[in-house]
């Protein structure tokens, strides 16, 4: 399933995706205003920061039970706790990149992902020119390694940046080693069963998408 | 206005962005078809590909007026070249890349941006050491010459990938110069005027959106 492009509720689940993709802008947002030393905001102020209506992100909440009081609004540590809690963000994910290219380099070298929950454990490539090879803190693993890799750091999530006509066998590979989400940078539909979840990164998507207003 | 948040319709336009959002995802669909010799397909056919209803995929085209027949589905072909009508596609764009990083350094080389309608025209950084040095086939612009080389180039679309605190003030700069659409990779939420599209890629919240489903 693509849960990027489905505005429909899962059979096991309730609050619709288009609803769960828009927890972590809020939270983003949440940690934001915490690092400048704010303590409280309101469904107003952070519509007014996102370019979301104030009552949409109040309903989007509301899927979740109470939050805020009238009056005093949000407490932001409050908030940010509880959708932490909602996203399984308790503790961190180990993820794995696959393609150690340009943009596998770049991912693997990211430090945004420090403090949201996720951690790189591995970066692989299949050309033997790159395996061994230091890549920042990493050094390139032989994908053939990726089934054990993953069991054994009980990697959950993959990042895949090879090219795209290899996108669908590494893909492939991942699901049969026991990923259940993997975040594809190919510009390519990947194919997986219903348990895994796939988001898609491609820049053109989102140009050809702002064309469309020029 | 944040297009790839906001579900709602805006005023000057009746098609609702979600719907406008899932175009280029048709797009691209089709044109896997295309280059592999297929010559007809079916919403049926692209909602098993794409994982997304084929009522949705009919109710999204129907915006746009009368596609395929029945019986013989959609050429492909047809329907290609009316999307890229559609989207604006129909010349390239020339972008400009601000931020001569590891990301912007990928992106800058990133060849998956040919026949789908961009070209990447300059790539900018303020970093005197970076000033000047070649990056693939580019050489690293001062951001002081942006306002000049975007009006020269008629450049609309700008990709920010700077670290986080300089986002902002850079897309003060590219909305000064006259950029209509900014694919932002930075993790901030970027104020802008009501007349540009901001598109965000943050992998951190598209992970966070899996781990929901773990």
Known sequence: MD??????????NTVPDIVVARLPIYLRALATMQAGGKQYTSS????DLLGISSAQIRKDLS???????????????????????????????NLIVIGAGHIGSAVASYSGFEHRGF?????????????????G??????????????????????????PAPYAQ????????????????????????????NVQNIDPVLHLQHMTYYL
């Open 169 to 196: 066998g590494v893909a492939d590979q991942c699901v049969a080693a026991g990923i259940h989400g993997i975040l594809n940078y190919a510009p390519v539909n990947l194919s997986v069963p219903d348990h895994v």
């Open 3 to 12: 849960q990027q492009t489905s505005g429909e509720t899962s059979a096991d």
């Open 44 to 47: 107003q102020e952070m519509a």
């Open 119 to 135: 951690r790189v454990a591995g970066i692989f490539d299949n050309d033997p020119r790159k395996v061994g090879l230091s890549l």
């Open 63 to 93: 899927h979740f039970g109470e939050f805020g009081k009238q009056g005093t609004g949000y407490s932001i540590s409050e908030l940010h706790g509880r959708l932490r809690h909602i996203l399984n963000l308790e503790h961190d994910w």
């Open 137 to 162: 803190q990493f050094q390139v693993i032989d994908i053939r390694d990726l089934a054990f890799f993953v069991k054994q750091n009980q990697v959950k999530l993959a990042m895949i940046t090879v």
